[in-house]
């Protein structure tokens, strides 16, 4: 087994094994998934996985592919099981990241494009960041920290390491990352 494919699969066993006491944490009603965010990363990641296999880079997209079959399960799972604290900011959030995506349709760069996935990604953060900061108890921590080590192992995945590779891994790696330590700070303060 080549490194690349071996990185691939290894942060594709991650982010699932992640994700799964995120989804068993929602059925026993500790985790409410944001309805907004999941939508949003659910077609960005699909989006991202079909970019970055059109630029190259390989194995290193898998683990996005992955990653946007466990955000429809999560986004499914937030119909019923969802926050129903939803504010105006976080509708404003939603409905820029949905103004993003159809101008990201209009574009044919895919630097670019993926410079406003990255972007619109980060802004779809901003509701659960919201959510988490006041409710911290409602996330589970686990599920951010494996996507921060599946993004850093993909980046081994890579066949072919530019901007337009990378970028979207590096971004939910930081965001992942900052979520969970954001989360993990605010229970110590609340509880």
Known sequence: MNSQL??????????????I???????RLKTTPHIYSWFVWMVLQGTGFFL????????????????ALLCAITFTLSFKYGTKNITV?????????LLAMILWFFLHDALLSIIVVSAIDLLAYFPTFRK????PQTETVSAYLAGS???????????????????????????????SSMILFRRRQVC
């Open 6 to 19: 071996l990185f691939a699969t290894l942060a594709s066993v991650v982010s699932t094994l992640g994700t």
């Open 21 to 27: 006491p995120y989804v068993v944490d929602i059925f």
């Open 52 to 67: 970055m296999i059109s630029e190259g880079a390989g194995h290193g997209a898998v683990l996005i592919g992955v990653n």
């Open 89 to 97: 900011f976080d509708t404003i959030c939603f409905v820029g990241a």
């Open 132 to 135: 988490a900061y006041t409710e």
């Open 149 to 179: 080590l599946a993004c850093l192992l993909s980046l081994g995945a890579l066949s072919s390491f530019s901007i337009t590779t990378s970028l979207y891994l590096i971004v939910i790696l930081v965001c992942n990352f900052a979520l």
